[in-house]
């Protein structure tokens, strides 16, 4: 999903490797920008490419269409069958695959250098010419409904959802991502291959490659996989939201010895002159793993739950600070006084001068060794592009991060921790709480 991307590219860029740092815009023969590290260490090439418009942008009656035909792009293509297509990719090594996310869709295509031409043949059959035989169709939609009823049974999912109708109200970004079953079963083919002619265009699309390959090769390739989609895809209107309703507490009862807990409010946003500062805040509340205040608290000084943690949720739209973690059901309220407390500290006080520097140092350095796979960064590049940035943005990153003074952090902290704003969802049989509603 974006928002996860866009978490994971605060962290990365400082520390890439020094190979990530030169990247060149390719622009193919029919036009097709992409962004290109080159990497000849190794002869592996790794496309991803993303899509404007995802989830949100389903119609309502037909929630689940973008996740749906996402699943059904590999199930066939051409004149390969789902057992077909799946044995030539198995075959030679490669790895295709698409996902929706919430504002964006996006795959990726990992494979040898060598097998280059064959890929792009297979993932231009797939964008293009996809099968959607009903048996597939029929089999993917019975494992989505199964999902989907899973997903009614799970506290955690319903906490969620609650948590975003609480928050967003009828707003897009508060529907289910995945569809109900209703909608998923009123999805037809026509209703497949009308996603594919409204969302899979070139002028939406985003292409980042890492790998064994030359700009003029990148080029050739860029056209071969996507020069026959449509040139324009449909207009996308999604509405700004911002939550403005005041703190509540809901309680949603299933049986059961824990209670999982969702809270947050309202955000910061990507552009926002505070988003950095913000990020290093929320790092040290409870983004920050054992290092966190809600961590020392909440587990490490009265054990009352296996893990908290908070993270920023930031939507093309929309954006929430948010948090949450399970407790015993007898301990859940003293788990959520703690939390309610760290909340409100943070936002009255702000971290400390060795707090922000800690978290400075841990965004800037550790974290991004774990990412070393060309795909990941790939992934990074067209993340970045989503957003906006230009190339030297991954130097600009380090400077914005080290830049942060302690008056901004606690100035961000104020926007984001405000008790009087803050919503909880419990859902269990928790003890000790009552429900404003």
Known sequence: MRKLLLIAFLFVFAAMPARAQNIEEVRSPGGIVAWLIRDPGLPVLALEFSWRGGTAADPADKLGLAAMTADLLTSGAGDLDQQGFA??????SITLG???GTDTLQG???LLARDADRGAD??????TKPRFDPRDVERVRARIVQGIAQEDANPQTLARRAFAKAALGDHPYARQSRGTADTVRAITIDDLRGQLAKRYARDNLVVAAVGDVTPERLGQLLDRAFGALPAKSETIEIPRIEITSPARTLVIRRPGTQTFAIFGQQGIERDDPDFFAAALVNYVLGGGGFNSRLMLSV???EGLTYGVGTGLAVFDRAAIVQGSFSSENGRIARALELVRADWARMGAEGPTDAELQGAKDYLNGSFPLQFDR???IARLLVAARLDGRGRDWFDERKRRIDSVTLDQARRAARRLYDPAKMIVVLAGEPQGIQASE
């Open 87 to 92: 044995r030539e990719l198995e075959d030679r």
């Open 98 to 100: 698409f996902s929706a």
């Open 108 to 110: 990726g295509l990992r």
């Open 122 to 127: 297979l993932l231009a059959s797939a964008l």
């Open 299 to 301: 587990r490490e000084r």
């Open 374 to 376: 060309s795909d990941r």
